[in-house]
């Protein structure tokens, strides 16, 4: 994939590695993208992978694709593969510059012995619970540990014992001596290995102490001769360490950190930790529920590659955090689809039709057009009969003010074929309507002498002969608010939205689709667009709805341009 310079907005990163190019500073772009296998992606890391390896493409440089596996409790091969699939899905390569942290441990081990050599890391004995009343707060400092003077030779041996596997879990740590009483307090000698008798699934049982990531991260970048570390602004207050790791380990290059305001959208979840909660309790159908952010979850839900980077352009890329509405991404798809998508005519809730005065048996195909935004598209043929469905919302025996569709004495236009006129009704014994008994007028057709006539209204159908049974799935917001606004102490999983997924079944949909094909993305006419989802393998039609036809980012802008 290509980029070209003049379609990518300009920011203050994209100035700074330009600057760094142009003064010398840097010979060439060498980016990264290091997620840590314990998940699946989700579109805040669309982002930040279209920062990377954008940048990357822009300036004919690198970019990464590198796993940060050090805590084998939680990673897992599937993660690893799934964020491949995702990450070349969005439209990047890495170019076989695929590499791991695990890679790196024997090296990360040498480099912590330099630093304990250096009298710039310790061992310390104390317990989790003692080490975190000793780091003080953000308004006091903290307090050394009674191990903080312990010999290089001590350290060095007690290091090494530690690596041997001679201790349990917990009983040590080998910890960065720097200061207890820095006003930052992610250098008040930070943790940079622990004791954990936990397989790796990658390395095995060969090591029972990992890195942090706080350590384990910018030894990464450096060993790797990253120029730019690009990461979001929970960072920020991590770099002074992140330089230090790089200086005191004696690293063989020197990456530039710089930080962004990560992606927050409204009414979901944007949580590794709370995404991965929502799985394991089974409060979702899984990772590629199209309720959930995750890049699986909207690419079944019949999101593209395209729209997903086009709003992460558009957005940019800031130095404050902000939250963005989830209607301006659903702006970004209707666009894109509204270019790419077919048109077909699907009723979800059908209400039968008899047009009594069509002949019995005969059945027309009709041309309707596959997509006007695209002339090359072409046209379909649909079957025509006497026994149609139509949206139950587009009859009412008893209209409301302005209502332009089917109704007793009314006439509307069938799409692509001719005006009815509803004659009477058939009810169940509850009221209800079932059947609608109508006329129809022959010369109203395409390219009859009254094909111009005019009507109020205009609705779509299927032949009831020839429809196809299928099941819709409808999606709205997954969260009834945002969780910036639920208190700490909430259960934030109450605040679930309970009509997040709406299923229907019985849907009627034209004959056609029956060629479509899973992730095959369609415009049913006047209801939105739609994909066709994995489940249809399991022999019944089944589609998701991807976005509704309108469009409220577009009403948003407008509004704010006139104002």
């Known amino acids: 994939m290509t980029t070209p310079e003049s379609s990518i907005p300009s920011n203050f990163i994209r100035d700074i590695v330009a600057e760094d190019l142009k003064s010398g500073k840097r010979a060439q772009v060498v980016t990264r993208f290091p997620p840590e296998p314990n998940g699946y992606l989700h579109i805040g890391h669309a982002k930040s992978i279209g920062l990377n390896f954008g940048l990357a493409i822009e300036h004919h440089g690198i970019c990464h694709l590198r796993f940060d596996d050090t805590n084998p409790e939680t990673e897992d091969p599937e993660y690893v593969q799934a964020i491949q699939d995702d990450v070349r899905w969005l439209g990047f390569d890495w170019h076989g510059k695929m590499f791991f942290a695990s890679d790196y441990f024997e090296k990360l081990y040498q480099f912590a012995e330099r630093l304990i050599q250096k009298g710039r890391a310790y061992v310390d004995s104390s317990s989790?619970?003692?080490?975190?009343?000793?780091?003080?707060?953000?308004t006091e400092p903290g307090t050394d540990s009674p191990h903080r003077n312990r010999s290089i030779e001590e350290n060095l041996a007690l290091f090494r014992r530690m690596k041997a596997g001679e201790f349990a879990d917990g009983t040590h740590v080998l910890r960065a001596k720097i200061d207890m009483a820095s006003p930052n307090i992610n250098l008040r000698d930070p943790v940079f290995y622990r004791i954990r008798k936990a397989t790796h699934y990658r390395t095995g049982d060969a090591w029972c102490i990992y890195p942090s990531y706080d350590y384990a991260h910018p030894l990464s970048d450096a060993l790797e001769g990253i120029t730019h570390s690009i990461c979001t602004l929970e960072f920020e207050d991590h770099r002074p360490l992140y330089d230090w790791v790089v200086e005191q380990a004696d690293a063989p290059h020197r990456p530039r950190q710089i930080e962004f305001a990560r992606l927050n959208l409204t009414n979901t979840v944007m949580s590794k930790r709370k995404l991965l909660e929502l799985v394991e309790k089974n409060l979702v159908s899984g990772w590629d529920d199209p309720r959930l952010p995750t890049i699986k979850g909207l690419r079944r839900r019949g999101y593209t590659p395209e729209a997903i980077r086009a709003?992460?352009?558009?957005?940019?890329?800031?130095?404050?955090?902000?939250?963005?509405?989830m209607a301006m991404l659903e702006h970004f798809i209707r666009e894109d689809l509204n270019r790419r998508a077919a048109r077909v005519m699907a009723v979800l809730r059908?209400?039968?039709?008899?047009?009594?005065?069509?002949?019995?048996g005969q059945v027309e195909e009709?041309?309707?057009?596959?997509?006007?935004?695209?002339?090359?598209?072409g046209t379909r043929k649909v079957p025509f009969s006497r026994t149609i469905y139509i949206e139950q919302d587009d009859f009412r025996e008893v209209p409301p003010p302005k209502f332009f569709r089917l109704s007793p004495g009314k006439e509307v236009r069938l799409r692509y074929a001719y005006i009815v006129k509803c004659e009477s009704v058939v009810k169940n014994e509850r009221g209800e309507a079932i059947e609608v008994r109508c006329t129809?007028?022959?010369?109203?057709?395409?390219?009859?002498p009254q094909a111009g006539r005019k009507v109020k209204a205009t609705i779509h159908w299927v032949s009831a002969k020839h429809a196809l049974d299928a099941d819709v799935r409808l999606y709205e917001p997954l969260l009834k608010t945002d969780l910036s606004k639920v208190p700490a102490d909430h259960d934030w999983t109450l605040y679930l939205n309970p009509h997040s997924l709406e299923k229907l079944t019985g849907c009627k949909v034209e004959p056609g689709?029956?060629?479509?094909?899973?992730?095959?993305?369609y415009q049913f006419e006047r209801q939105g667009y739609y994909c066709v989802d994995p489940d249809t393998a399991k022999?019944?039609?089944?589609f998701n709805r991807t976005v509704p036809l309108r469009d409220t980012w577009a009403k948003i802008e407008k509004a704010q341009q006139e104002g």
């Open 128 to 138: 989790a619970e003692d080490i975190r009343k000793r780091r003080g707060t953000l």
């Open 311 to 325: 709003f992460c352009e558009a957005i940019g890329v800031a130095k404050r955090d902000a939250t963005i509405e």
């Open 350 to 360: 059908p209400l039968k039709v008899v047009i009594d005065n069509y002949p019995e």
């Open 366 to 377: 009709l041309d309707a057009v596959n997509n006007p935004e695209d002339p090359g598209a």
């Open 440 to 448: 129809y007028d022959p010369e109203t057709k395409s390219g009859g």
């Open 513 to 521: 689709l029956l060629k479509g094909k899973i992730g095959d993305r």
């Open 539 to 542: 022999g019944l039609l089944t």
